[in-house]
């Protein structure tokens, strides 16, 4: 069932802050509180929309050094690829995982405190798994998201 413009004016208006009130985002997109609550509870219940999360300031938690870490697996087999996603998801560090189809085949997002930590994941911790064939690490300057992406 897709998304029709309603969906659509709700979704964009709790994408801004999702622990807006159903009252204002109803006066937001021009209904009743009402129907306002009935679209967004339909919307959790077909999986739409799947919670609200915390966005925490990295830095001020202990962890300024972010990067992205590129690592190939060797031979690329379900068994070494599922074992490897299941583990580096699992790491205090790791911010997200991608599975990738190309040279790489992880795009590891992390956050660590200071570049002796950056080195101490890539060097102790993936380097040391035997399917891991290589590593690259690019550092993470800026990180700009756009949290108001629209349904198509």
């Known amino acids: ?3 029709d413009e ?6 964009a208006e709790l ?22 609550l009935d679209r967004t509870r339909a919307l959790r219940e077909r999986g739409v929309i799947r919670g609200a999360r915390l966005d925490l300031d990295l830095p001020s ?5 972010q990067a992205m870490i590129a690592v ?4 690329p087999s379900r068994r070494n690829i599922e ?8 790491l205090p560090d790791t911010l997200g995982v991608f599975v990738t189809s190309g040279n ?7 956050a660590v405190p200071d570049n002796d930590s950056l080195y101490a994941f ?7 798994r035997p399917e891991v064939a290589d590593v690259r690490t690019s550092v993470v300057y800026e990180h700009l998201r756009n949290d108001r992406i629209r349904p198509v």
């Open 83 to 90: 074992g490897f996603r299941n583990w580096v998801s699992a």
């Open 61 to 65: 938690i202990g962890r300024p050094v």
């Open 1 to 3: 069932m897709g998304l």
């Open 15 to 36: 994408q801004s802050d999702a622990r807006r009130t159903n009252r204002d985002v109803a006066a937001a997109v021009g209904v009743s509180p009402t129907t306002a």
């Open 6 to 11: 309603l969906d659509a004016a709700i979704l």
């Open 72 to 75: 190939r697996i060797r031979p």
């Open 122 to 128: 890539v060097i102790d911790r993936l380097t040391e």
């Open 104 to 110: 790489e085949d992880f795009l590891i997002h992390v």
